[in-house]
């Protein structure tokens, strides 16, 4: 894989992740033209193209726009299962405090213009996966959404695809993080057991 | 303030966010930004030092900012400071802003590599991963430098974590993709294979990716992980579904790890180990049976995770290429993709396919679906999947097939998306010439095309019809007469206007014979349109009315009133005025005899490959397409490079389509018929004192696959080359090295061609350069000959280099499918045409040192057109001035015999009998 791409309905750039040196110009440049491309393309379409020498790979969950460059070689269908298992992951990870955080949000900023979320979001069905994670998740917890990237990738390739392992690693690290005792330790995301 | 926020800490950053997402413009944005910017630079400047935490705050900021898509020059030390904390999200946030903005400054980078040579010292497996993380996302020249050396042992060390060896299998592989030179495995290698044995699926499906990678470079060193390879995948496919634990994704076990197997597998050629042939044939099929059984689950990851298993698998066949039973099997699979109702997989069977189609075994097995692609090509409703349709139904065209496919592909042009139009002119373009039994139904194709997507076809399909009315008596009248109804259209596409002028300037007469297409009925009507025309293109009528005054003296005074009014004669343009007045002149002044010699018929064109499937560049993905590609753009028509001789012709070149080639006219002969100008005067300037040197010869011949590197060394003089070729032109840089302390007096080479006088000293251990521009005029076999004179001490030196200029520094590589080649290679089957030689290997037999010294060779390096997978094929042509040379070239080794059997074919037998010679120095 040489990047991935997270972005919303409107076009805003949430996450990047780059496994192939390229100028901070060119990575602009790409990001412009992919999240155009993908962007202009109807629901139903399927979820590969080819773009310049490479084929991307994107699927869509609630507002966000998860998105792959692939080299030649590389398998579609395996990479669209490898956004969802990153989408599982965050879900997992920011669980139902993604929801919890969702109702406080909405509330504060009275469901502001600048952002949209998926209807389903609002509701509050737990049972059903992967929608529990929002973009909202990602923009206050963007590292957190980098760090468990790089648990479940590096370097463009899958390093670890069993969820318990990079949650395991992940929670071993917040873990860490409680136990420096640094008063104000707290992202916004805290352990579930908190909250619910 | 959201409630979550506990306690101040990074609350600083969520009030950042918010205030960010609160912003309604994006000016006020960019304000808040930079208020904030301007805070904590002066956090970072104050007397105050940060507390640790605050740094993780700021910096944290400071990368948000970043990620937002603003450029942040400061911070970088900070974050660094960071890293040598001992909190852990200290360190964390240090490494993610490290990551994330990469900075080239040298001192940093030193910081940098030491905090990271602590971390992964310190034998703490969180830490460790932290520092292998960072350096395999920044993946720079420098990490490598320092690293390189050290993760090998993290990686295969025995009391590393698994964690620790996941990250450290893929670090290596990144700084392996940015640095191969300073990724030394050596030892290690053994050790990196077995890890595919190793317990931990995790730690298989980081290894796995390296392995991959290292074994595409270095076949050889790593051939023992095809059987550990065949056996856990085995163990995969056979396991139950729950087997694997966490490893199995909804229901399908390891697919991850699955696809990365067989794609390690694809590295190699079938296992020549009956027992692991056997094992990972029956691993194929028992996926092939798995896509009949009912699905485990509906949802969608399933059938996702389980068909990446099978594409990959499929992919292994098809790379193979030896199993027809499971190739047709695999064919049959897909063709009931190619009716699923996931787009996804429509479009992946599509694609799929494609490469099937040019293998032997499936290639009828791919035609049965034809109908189903056809309709596919216009029933889908997203483009991407009728591009790949089209796609198919190029691999699959034949000439059983070719009419109703094209027929079909030019009635989807009338519709067809803009984005693929011009690709889907080219492929109709080129599978009408390939395909033509007769001619008159390929310039009906052609100027079909035009008519129906005339913006989209370009030079090079107009360029070709054109090339092949020319060499082909039969069809002329016919296109003649077609091209003439085509115009008589009220709105007809420009190109049509050049196609139509450029055919009735040539064969016009072939149907004046009929008063409603008399010469002035001709004129007419191609006088009708000149208006409209661009410059080029008027400028090409023109040309066209000159050759119908020859054609036709009645027509004479008609044009010529044309030529002479004002908007000709003093046309603004001044490629049209000069063509305007010389054409005047020269029909007024010239005899009828000057006249028809003049403006003859165009001579038939030099056969070679068409332009356009060079223009066809690899935008395709692969399969067939790509097998017939030529590689780079070689636009600019070649056409053009035939009929026109550039230079010493009285009228200004121009760029625009002198497709008449009046200046063709000018005497090919004009080159010498030998290859004169690049030979050299001997020794006749040798001095009499100068121990007269022979000429050396054995320089020269480490230069035939190669561009750069030392000619010549003695005690006193290293001469360096370099040099560079491109179409029938080179250029090479000599560098003349003093290796004494005294300088070099009367320093003079000389060449008898023009060479740019060297300076008469060289300094001692000073070097100067030189610079040689080379034409290839016609083919030649002896080299050119270099004469070095200099006084070193008194003492007059000479010296005679053969300069490495080798008539295969001109080729063009030609990519070619295999049917291609064979047909070409039986077009080129005259006794003198063939030169062979067998001969015993110099060199080790290394099968990629044989394809690099091929690659060298200037030629393309044709994949899977030889049956005997263990030959080379090669094709190029050689350009030079006065013609082309197509060349085939087919090297078997034997491996047992350590012999060699060289074959070359090409249209010239001086060609093959000096490449021959050359090449078989070289193995």
């Known amino acids: ?196 | 303030m959201p409630a979550v926020s506990k306690g101040d800490g990074m609350r600083g950053l969520a009030v950042f966010i918010s205030d960010i997402r609160n912003c309604k413009s994006k000016e006020a944005e960019i304000k808040r930004i930079n208020k904030e910017l301007a805070n904590i630079r002066s956090k970072f400047k104050g007397d105050k030092a940060l507390d640790g935490y605050s740094k993780k705050k700021y910096v944290c900021k400071l990368l948000f900012i970043f990620l937002l898509g603003h450029d942040i020059d400061f911070g970088h030390m900070e974050a660094v400071n960071l890293l040598s904390s001992n909190k852990y999200t200290e360190k964390q946030i240090g490494y993610l802003f490290i990551s994330v903005l990469v900075n080239s400054n040298s001192e940093l980078i030193r910081l940098i590599n030491n905090a990271i040579k602590n971390d992964l010292s310190s034998r703490n497996p969180t830490f460790m991963c932290l520092a292998l993380h960072c350096i395999a996302n920044v993946g720079s020249r420098e990490m490598a430098e320092a690293f390189a050396g050290e993760i090998p042992r993290i990686l295969v060390a025995g009391d590393t974590m698994d964690s620790v060896k996941q990250s450290a299998a893929l670090c290596l592989l990144r700084l392996y993709k940015t640095s191969p030179d300073l990724v030394l495995m050596g030892e290690w290698t053994s050790r990196v294979v077995h890890l595919l044995n190793d317990q931990h699926m995790g730690v298989v499906t980081a290894a796995i990716s390296l392995i991959t990678c290292l074994s595409q470079k270095n076949p050889d060193e790593f051939k023992t992980c095809v059987s550990l390879a065949v056996s856990r995948l085995s163990r995969i496919v056979s396991s139950a579904s729950t087997d694997l634990q966490d490893y199995t994704y909804y229901f399908v076990p390891a697919p991850w790890l699955s696809c990365k197997l067989l794609r390690l597998l694809q590295c190699y050629p079938p296992p020549e180990d009956g027992a692991v042939k056997g094992r990972l044939v029956e691993c194929l099929e028992t996926i092939l049976n798995k896509a009949q059984e009912p699905p485990k689950s509906k949802k969608v990851q399933h059938s996702n995770a389980k068909n990446a298993i099978l594409f990959e698998a499929i992919a292994l066949i098809i790379h193979y290429d030896s199993e027809p039973n499971l190739l047709v099997r695999a064919c049959n699979q897909l063709g009931q993709f190619l009716q699923h109702r996931e787009t996804n997989l429509r479009y992946l069977a599509l694609e799929s396919m494609c490469t099937l189609a040019s293998s032997e075994f499936s290639h009828e097995a791919v035609k049965t679906h034809i109908e189903t692609v056809i309709n596919a090509l216009k029933t889908e409703r997203d483009v991407s999947v009728r591009q790949r349709a089209a796609d198919l139904l190029y691999a699959m065209c034949d000439r059983s097939n070719a009419k109703q496919i094209v027929a079909e592909m030019l009635s989807y042009l009338e519709t067809a998306d803009y984005s693929i139009r011009e690709e889907m002119v080219l492929k109709v373009a080129i599978l009408a010439e390939k395909y033509a039994v007769d001619y008159s139904w390929y310039v009906d194709t052609i100027l079909n095309l035009i008519r129906i997507a005339g913006d989209y076809v370009s030079e090079e399909v107009w360029y070709r019809v054109i090339q092949i009315v020319i060499n082909r008596d039969d069809v002329q009248g016919y296109a003649a007469k077609t091209v003439f109804e085509a115009l008589q259209a009220p709105a007809c596409h420009e190109n049509m206007v050049k196609v139509g002028g450029y055919i009735l300037g040539e064969f016009g007469n072939l149907i004046a014979g009929d008063p409603r297409s008399s010469p002035l009925v001709q004129f007419n009507l191609l006088h009708s349109k000149f208006h409209l025309c661009s410059v080029p293109t008027r400028a090409l009528l023109l040309s066209a009315y000159i050759k119908f005054i020859n054609l036709f003296p009645e027509t004479k005074t008609t044009i010529q009133e044309v030529l002479r009014c004002d908007s000709q004669i003093r046309n603004s343009d001044v490629e049209l005025q000069q063509r305007a007045v010389e054409y005047l002149k020269l029909s007024s002044i010239a005899s009828t005899d000057v006249l028809a010699t003049v403006l003859e018929e165009m001579p038939p064109f030099p056969e070679r490959e068409s332009s356009i499937l060079a223009k066809l560049k690899k935008k395709k993905g692969p399969g067939a397409v790509s097998n017939e590609l030529e590689e780079g753009k070689r636009e600019g028509g070649e056409l053009n490079g035939a009929g026109e001789r550039p230079g010493d012709s009285s009228s200004t070149p121009s760029p625009s389509a002198d497709l008449l080639g009046l200046r063709s006219a000018a005497p090919v002969s004009a080159a010498p018929p030998s290859a004169g100008s690049l030979l050299v005067d001997v020794f006749s300037e040798a001095g009499p004192a100068a121990p007269a040197a022979s000429v050396n010869d054995d320089g020269f011949l480490r230069f035939v696959c190669k561009n750069n590197g030392v000619l010549f060394e003695n005690q006193l003089l290293q001469i360096g080359i370099k040099s560079e070729y491109r179409q029938n032109l080179g250029r090479m840089y000599l560098f003349y090295g003093n290796k004494t302390s005294v300088q070099f007096v009367s320093f003079t080479t000389t060449l008898n061609v023009q060479l740019k006088p060297v300076d008469p000293l060289v300094e001692g251990g000073a070097q100067v350069q030189q610079v040689i521009n080379i034409e290839c005029i016609t083919d030649f076999s002896e080299a050119p000959i270099l004469n070095i004179k200099f006084r070193y001490g008194g003492a007059l030196q000479n010296l005679s280099l053969k300069l490495p200029v080798t008539i295969n520094k001109f080729f063009q590589p030609t990519e070619m499918a295999s049917n291609d080649f064979f047909q070409r290679w039986k077009q080129l089957s005259q006794p003198q045409q063939e030169a062979q030689k067998i001969f015993k290997a110099n060199h080790a037999m290394d099968t990629e040192v044989i394809k690099a010294k091929l690659l060298g060779l200037g030629t393309a390096l044709l994949d899977k057109v030889d049956p005997n997978p263990e030959n080379f094929v090669c094709a190029g042509v050689i350009q030079t001035k006065s013609q082309q040379v197509g060349c085939l070239l087919r090297l078997e080794p034997n491996a047992q015999a350590q012999m060699y059997r060289l074959t070359l074919r090409s249209s010239k037998d001086t060609v093959s009998k000096r490449l021959c010679d050359l090449l078989a120095e070289q193995f």
């Open chain 1, 1 to 196: 894989m040489q990047f991935m791409l997270l972005f919303s309905r409107q076009g805003k750039l949430r996450l990047q992740k780059w496994y192939v040196p390229l100028s901070d110009k060119e990575k602009k440049k790409i990001t412009r033209e992919l999240v155009q491309t993908v962007l202009a393309r109807k629901p139903k379409m399927c979820s590969f193209l080819e773009w310049r020498d490479l084929k991307i790979v994107y699927k869509r969950y609630a507002s966000l726009y998860f998105c792959c460059a692939i080299e030649d070689q590389d398998n579609e269908l395996i990479t669209l299962e490898i956004i969802h298992r990153y989408v599982e992951l965050l879900d997992k990870y920011f669980g139902s405090v993604g929801v919890f955080l969702l109702f406080t949000l909405l509330e504060m900023f009275q469901i502001n213009h600048s952002y949209t979320i998926m209807p389903i979001n609002v509701k509050p069905v737990f049972s059903l996966v992967f929608l529990q994670v929002c973009e909202l998740d990602i923009i206050f917890n963007f590292e957190k959404a980098y760090f468990i990237l790089d648990e479940f990738l590096l370097g463009g390739e899958a390093q670890e695809t069993s969820k318990k392992n990079v949650l395991k690693a992940i929670e071993q690290a917040d873990l860490l993080q409680e136990d420096a005792k640094v008063s104000a330790n707290c992202f916004l995301c805290v352990p579930i057991p908190r909250f619910m």
